[in-house]
């Protein structure tokens, strides 16, 4: 079984877990986000998926995968969305992991390891935390 056809599946069994209506578009760009080794902007995924959905479907179909915790986004230096697919051990406070910012050619890398989430006063409610470490890639340094 190819890479390809592995994410494919991977991206049908998630949308099937979640109850989910499962459709080309939503099949695709999941795939596509579970193979990716880095965030993906909404033009990297234009151009990854070419033909297979219009620019305004596949921001609808990012938007709704965040929606469901099936991919988080993270903006860039450039004010650019990125995303990436999630993991469900990462929904305790956001998707869970830091992110690193290349200052030098504004690529977005997810961290492996897990963020630690300070404590909140008390009558605080923490809805959402994002950890950004900025600096040089290996390709910038």
Same mark, same amino acid.
């Given at each position: 079984?190819?890479? +390809? +056809?592995?994410? =494919? =599946? ?5 949308? +099937? ?5 499962? +459709? ?8 596509? #986000? #579970?193979?990716?080794?880095?965030? #993906?902007?909404?033009?990297? #995924?234009?151009? =990854? ?13 990012? !938007?709704?995968?965040? @929606? ?17 697919? @999630? ?19 504004? !690529? ?6 897990? !963020? ?8 605080? =409610? ?16």
């Amino acid at each position: 079984m190819s890479n +390809t +056809t592995v994410f =494919q =599946q991977q991206a049908r069994d998630r949308l +099937t877990d979640r109850g989910a209506r499962i +459709t080309r578009a939503r099949c695709a760009v999941l795939a596509a #986000l #579970l193979a990716a080794d880095r965030p #993906l902007s909404h033009h990297d #995924l234009e151009q =990854q998926l070419e033909d297979l959905c219009d620019r305004v479907t596949l921001y609808r179909v990012l !938007a709704w995968l965040v @929606d469901e915790n099936l991919a988080h986004r993270v903006s860039g230096e450039d004010r650019v969305w990125r995303f990436n697919a @999630d993991h469900p051990s990462d929904h305790r406070y956001g998707h869970g992991h830091a992110h690193f910012h290349c200052n030098g050619c504004g !690529a977005v890398f997810c961290m492996d390891a897990k !963020a630690r989430v300070p404590a909140v006063p008390d009558g605080f =409610q923490l809805e959402a935390a994002e950890l950004i470490l900025r600096g040089l890639c290996r390709e910038c340094s």
